[in-house]
């Protein structure tokens, strides 16, 4: 099928549709049509949850960033979308392939770009300790299953299968990297905490050598005036 145009004010429409109705969506897709359209697609939702990501951040609700950190991360995302997509692509052709689809690399490309309408929920999910980013792989596993039944014509049982144990794993990780990074940042504000005592202790320690230092002067002086003058 050739692509008739890449309509831009769509796309909206598009990553509602993905989200609403993924089964119909991925059955009407055109396999085939070129990278633009979808590139493009995934390009906006890309930045769309970039620009989430960052005003959660500075309001507080994510990792501490600042203004500039969030403006480059805006900037940068869409290089990382496209080299993230035809790699993702890639993985997912692979998996297909394995589980007996005959579709093509550009077909397989088409799915996980549309799927990217996911990502601005998987964003504002993500301020939710430990139950976010698992909900989040969970709805990405939804997706993939229902483009693996209505596009590759995988049976549901088989394509559950096969994705519900790589998303188990990616929960899996996903939660015991946050315990990880949860714990790291603990120790490092105890870390953080037990410096600055020490550095108040050694401060402390250094003006009561001063001032023991210049008692001692003013003693000698005292006791030997020639030997130690005033000033």
Do not use: N
């Amino acid at each position: 099928m050739e692509s008739k145009g890449m309509d831009i004010a769509a796309i909206p429409q598009t990553a509602i549709k993905v989200l609403t109705s993924p089964s119909a969506f991925f059955r009407e897709m055109p396999k085939t049509g070129g990278f633009i359209e979808p590139l493009v697609f995934a390009v906006a939702l890309g930045v769309v949850s970039g620009l989430i990501q960052a005003i959660l951040g500075i309001i507080g609700l994510r990792f501490v960033m600042g203004v500039g950190t969030a403006l480059a991360s805006v900037i940068l995302m869409p290089i990382f979308i496209v080299i993230g997509s035809f790699i993702g692509a890639a993985i997912l052709f692979v998996i297909w392939k394995l589980m007996g689809s005959q579709e093509s690399y550009e077909t397989a490309y088409r799915c996980g770009a549309y799927m990217s309408a996911i990502s601005p929920i998987i964003a504002i999910l993500g301020i939710i300790p430990f139950i976010g980013s698992p909900v989040g792989i969970v709805l990405g596993i939804f997706l993939i299953v229902i483009a693996s039944v209505e596009v590759h014509k995988i049976p549901s049982q088989k394509a559950w299968l096969v994705f519900g144990i790589i998303g188990a794993i990616f929960v899996l990780l996903s939660v015991s990297s946050e315990f990880a990074a949860r714990r790291l940042t603990r120790e490092a504000t105890k870390f953080q905490k037990e410096w600055e005592q020490r550095s108040k202790e050694m401060q402390k320690q250094t003006e009561d050598a001063q001032k023991a230092a210049e008692e001692l002067q003013k003693q000698l002086q005292k006791q030997f005036p020639e030997q130690f003058p005033g000033k």
